[in-house]
């Protein structure tokens, strides 16, 4: 089973947003981080998971891995978003991996999702429950 991971969908306000980021991009987003994942093989095919408000909410998948121009890591994502049943999850700098007990489950075609508000959210993850 592909290793998936966390990110935080940093500057985002909403999950259209989100969306919107996407929106022109063609197929295929990348995304630059300092250091290749040492597990980077493992990963190909899993899901980096989108942390929006303290919750979990989306998912684009992980097509591969490249290096960027400036010797930094580029993860290549597909730029179809996949909603997902939120699921709290704390913010966090950088990327995280994702144990695969706390994957949540895709939402079905025409669901949607009860987005804790924001600000509970905020203050559960202040007191280390989510």
Same mark, same amino acid.
């Given at each position: 089973m592909p290793l998936n991971m966390t990110k935080v969908a940093y500057g985002a306000q909403?999950?259209?947003?989100?969306? &919107? %980021? @996407?929106? =022109? *991009? #063609?197929?295929?987003?990348r995304l630059t981080t300092r250091n290749l994942p040492r597990r980077h $093989?493992?990963?190909? &095919?899993? /899901?980096?998971? %989108?942390?929006?408000?303290?919750?979990?909410? +989306? *998912?684009?998948e992980i097509l #591969? @891995? +490249?290096?960027? !121009?400036? &010797?930094r890591t580029e993860i290549i994502i597909s730029t179809r978003l996949i909603e997902v049943h939120p699921r709290p999850r704390r913010a966090h700098q950088g990327w995280r991996y994702l144990d695969e007990s706390e994957? !949540?489950?895709?939402? $079905? /075609?025409? =669901?949607?999702? =009860?987005?804790? !508000?924001?600000?509970? $959210?905020g203050e559960l993850a202040k007191l280390g429950l989510v």
């Open positions: 909403s999950l259209d947003e989100v969306h &919107g %980021w @996407f929106a =022109d *991009r #063609g197929a295929e987003a $093989a493992e990963m190909i &095919g899993g /899901s980096l998971y %989108w942390i929006l408000k303290h919750q979990l909410v +989306a *998912r684009s #591969g @891995f +490249a290096e960027a !121009p400036d &010797g994957v !949540p489950a895709d939402l $079905a /075609s025409g =669901d949607s999702a =009860d987005v804790m !508000p924001a600000h509970l $959210a």
